[in-house]
């Protein structure tokens, strides 16, 4: 596993990957998939879970983590920082660019509409978002109603959000969800 | 470039070190997919009150389109908005130097123990925490579009379409935005 070949393939396709994931990094982890553990055996299978899993509950940049990790298991850490750098890199670039030509345009008519037109569409898919984790939370109806009683307490009171997750995180360790 | 643009429009711009500080917030308090955005909104609309909510609804549509990250994405057009490139540089060093620094390190400790069953269920206690405060943004970006039937329907649709149908994300995006923009252009033509 020291070849530095393998360092910079690695890194080169998480540039590649990182900059056409539209949609967000966890759309292309099928492709990091098949690159790391089908086409070259690099990390097993249920090593690639364990990443994923661990990333999602650790606070950061997720997507970010779980690439490192598996840059740490392939090459060290100099693999999971070229790893790290490789997946949010490009995209940094990408979007500084756009937003730059967007914010130039910020008081023509087009953009006007555009926006009108976009941010409702956008603002339905993050309440969608919170209703897909919510469907992988929620085991059972204690669970439910923790996600329930978080979002009516951010609607409707000026509560820090950090109370609530550390009553989620209470309950749950206790073994009461 | 644009940059005198910038400043001109939020002249009591906020230092690089409280941008930084920000993102470093909107990290370390994001758990789980999504989590980060409650903080983004948080911190940079209600408690700083550095953006509008508009703004911030419109660099999230933005980020939608754009590959990567998207988290990473709304604090590099944040710190853009409010500093220009520099202000980037410091929303994205916040967001990412101390976190992943433990992140990385608490994540190589815990891959090399079992998967602690207790550590499990309050994992899971916080993740479904983390759903509902989700939502609850969500449902906050659209309050000042609530009168607007247009947005309603779009917005509803965005969500039927992702979260019932379970249609990958940029092909709901791609489906809907140029209706719903039609629709918007349609409106403030008759409006003129």
Known sequence: MSDPSILAALTARLALLSSISFGGFPTVLPDVRHFVVVAHGWVTDQEFTNYFALAQSIPGPNMILMMSFVGWKVWGLPGALASAVATFGPPCTIYFASYSLWDRFRDARWQETVRRGLVPVTIGLVIASGTVMARAADVDWQAAAVTIAAATLMLSTRLNPLWMLLAGGTLGGLGLL | ?192
């Open chain 2, 1 to 192: 470039m644009s940059k005198p643009d910038i400043k001109q429009s939020y002249p009591e711009h906020p230092s690089l070190a409280a941008v930084s500080i920000a993102f470093l917030k909107v990290s370390l308090y994001g758990i789980g997919g999504g989590g980060g955005l409650v903080w983004a909104r948080r911190i940079t609309v209600d408690q700083q009150r550095w953006i509008s909510e508009q703004d911030f609804a419109d660099i999230v549509s933005l980020c939608q389109f754009m590959p990567g990250p998207n988290i990473v994405g709304i604090a590099v057009c944040v710190g853009t908005r409010l500093r220009g490139a520099i202000g980037a540089v410091a929303a994205v060093s916040g967001f990412l130097l101390i976190p992943w620094t433990i992140g990385f390190i608490v994540g190589v400790l815990c891959l090399q123990h079992a998967q602690n069953p207790v550590l499990q269920h309050i994992l899971g206690g916080i993740s479904a925490a983390a759903a509902g405060l989700l939502v609850a943004t969500g449902l906050r970006m659209m309050l000042p579009h609530r009168g607007s039937p247009a947005a309603v329907i779009f917005a509803s649709l965005g969500f039927l379409l992702m979260a019932l149908a379970k249609l990958p994300l940029l092909i709901v995006l791609i489906g809907l935005a140029p209706l719903s923009i039609a629709a918007a252009g349609f409106q403030i033509a008759r409006a003129r």
